[in-house]
């Protein structure tokens, strides 16, 4: 009987690999994914390494918007329209802006305890990928002073929140040895690599995890920080709010820490829904040319900027700026644009997809409100 | 091992690729039993694997190495989350599917294991891969996994279990033995 669903497993794999995309156009896609990749690898919200120089004093930035408190008008496209066959890199900005997502997400569950010499630093919210998905959450304990312009170097306890999943068994790593939390299974894998970590789903849609990466704890205190782990009230905010994206463009994902509330770091991922998630459907749907098949801008707020030196001087809304231009072949797909907001702080958008006017209209919609920011580094 | 092979020590990253790609892509699409998801991750993969590929062409089996970097690319949590989506798609299983009824015992029971497979958890799909498509032993999975046998063999038999359990009976017996 065994031997006969191994082999209907074999045909069915067989006929599976036959489904497989095409070569070709997986090689064809490299170069633009080479330069996604490296301009995600130092921008991006998932552990970038960064090698700028830490600002160790970070002002603080009252309530600041760039431009008005309303969206910004309705403007023509600088740029000249692109085709609507054509790559998404030379979209120009689209003529209506379309409501924004909220990055504010509740935070849902919160450890009691966390072992000595740990602090939280860093919140992470990942939106799903359309409007009625729900989020996943990730904050981060660590040790020690974060880097100033890229909070996520470096290990750390990490408390991963999920709900909505439909079969939390489904996301969750089932094959470590069996533990009890507060009354639910969980699974914990121990160290190994220098990581270990505990999942368990308290029940209604929800799988929590907290992973040790690159940092020593016991397998009791891990258990100890896990069964502690209650209900939290709490939201999740972002000091940087958005008003205006090209059209078909959301937030995707945004990021707040730093070293203290005082030198708060907040990135924000936003795109076509294409971008950092995969689908069946999405995937149709852009070979079918209905939507993007690419296009992301990733927006920080900080004390540094990792942008190249140089580039035309510009003003946004009366703020110095400046465009600077990589020649090499990666970073020739990117615009960049630095806006000076003063106090130190500054803002950096780099984009693959729209155009030097669109984010010039994704700067001067952004509002700054850095409150609610206490948590960072306590 | 079917997947250590494929490609001599010392080729160019472009001479992998040009030789290696399609089997590569059909091997991430078993993985995933995501079309689209494959095409993502062996895009990434292969940016990584070129800025890497001085020291992975000098292993003595760089095509397992790009194979172990594939799964370990669709078991991390973030790709875990895009695909437990997989399953839970009708469109996305029609898409697995042919329209017309198929009066075949066999193929029905390939295409009800079509089914089958998606509805797997992420890892048990992996094992089932490298075991039954790459014919890798449990000690090779384990050792790309980078966990234990046992828990390689756990995951293997709770798959099995599942897709034995949840495949239709008419369509089980038709395997018996006559």
């Given amino acids: ?256 820490g730093g070293r203290s509330a005082a030198g708060w770091h907040s990135e924000i991922l936003a795109g076509t829904p294409m971008t950092g998630v995969s689908s069946d459907v999405q995937g149709k749907e852009a070979k079918e040319g209905k939507v993007s098949t690419g296009g992301d801008v990733n927006i920080t707020v900080g004390t540094t900027s990792l942008a190249p030196a140089g580039g035309t001087i510009l003003t946004v809304n009366g703020w110095r700026a400046r465009n600077p231009v990589r020649t090499d072949l990666p970073g020739q797909s990117l615009t960049y644009l630095v806006v000076e907001l003063g106090g130190g702080r500054l803002m950096t958008l780099v984009s693959q997809g729209t155009t030097l006017d669109g984010l010039k209209r994704i700067a001067e919609g952004a509002e700054i409100e850095p409150s609610g920011l206490e948590w960072i580094g306590r | ?27 991430a699409t078993v993985v995933t039993w995501d079309p689209h998801l494959a095409e993502d991750i062996i895009q990434n993969v292969l940016v990584r694997a070129q800025s890497r590929w001085p020291r992975i062409s000098r292993m003595e089996a760089p095509e397992l190495y790009v194979k172990r970097m594939v799964v370990n690319e669709f078991l991390s949590w973030r790709r875990r989350r895009a695909a437990r989506t997989v399953p839970l798609t009708g469109e996305v299983l029609d898409g697995f599917l042919p329209s017309a009824p198929d009066h075949i015992v066999q193929r029905d029971d390939r295409d009800a294991m079509l089914r089958l497979i998606a509805t797997l958890p992420p890892r048990q799909r992996a094992v089932i891969a490298l075991r039954f498509y790459e014919d890798l032993t449990v000690d090779q999975i384990a050792e790309i996994l980078g966990c234990r046998t046992v828990t390689v063999r756990t995951h293997l038999s709770r798959a099995l279990a599942s897709l034995q359990n949840a495949l239709p009976a008419t369509l089980v017996t038709t395997g018996e033995p006559s």
């Fill in chain 2, 1 to 27: 091992m079917g997947g250590g092979g494929g490609v001599s020590e010392g080729v160019t990253f472009e001479e992998f690729v040009s030789a290696r790609l399609g089997v590569l892509v059909r091997y």
């Fill in chain 1, 1 to 256: 009987m065994t031997r006969e669903i191994e082999d209907v497993i074999r045909a069915a794999q067989s006929r599976r690999a036959e489904q497989a995309p095409s070569a070709e156009r997986i090689r064809a896609g490299l170069p633009r994914r080479a330069a996604k990749v490296r301009n995600q690898r130092r921008y991006g919200l998932a552990g970038a390494v960064v090698a700028a120089a830490a600002v160790t004093a970070a002002a603080v930035v009252p309530s600041l918007a760039l431009g008005d408190r309303t969206p910004p008008a309705v403007v023509q496209p600088a740029g000249p329209a692109g085709s609507p066959s054509g790559p998404a890199k030379s979209a120009a900005p689209a003529t209506s802006a379309a409501p924004q997502r909220s990055l504010e997400v509740a935070l849902g569950f919160r450890p009691h305890w966390v072992p000595s010499g740990f602090r939280e630093h860093l919140r992470h919210v990942m939106l799903g990928a359309d409007d009625g998905a729900d989020p996943t959450l990730l904050r981060v304990w660590k040790t020690g002073v974060p880097d100033a312009a890229d909070p996520t170097k470096g290990g750390g306890l990490s408390l991963s929140v999920s709900t909505g999943v439909e079969d939390p068994a489904n996301i969750q790593d089932t094959s470590g040895e069996r533990v009890d939390i507060n009354g639910a299974p969980g699974f914990l894998s121990g160290a190994r690599d220098g990581k270990s970590s505990v999942s368990w789903s308290p029940g209604e849609g929800t799988v929590l995890s907290i992973d040790a990466s690159r940092v020593r704890i016991s397998e009791s205190d891990l258990l100890k920080m896990a069964r502690s782990v209650r209900p939290d009230t709490g939201v999740a905010t972002n000091p940087v709010r958005l008003t205006w994206l090209p059209d078909g463009w959301v937030s995707q994902a945004a990021l707040v």
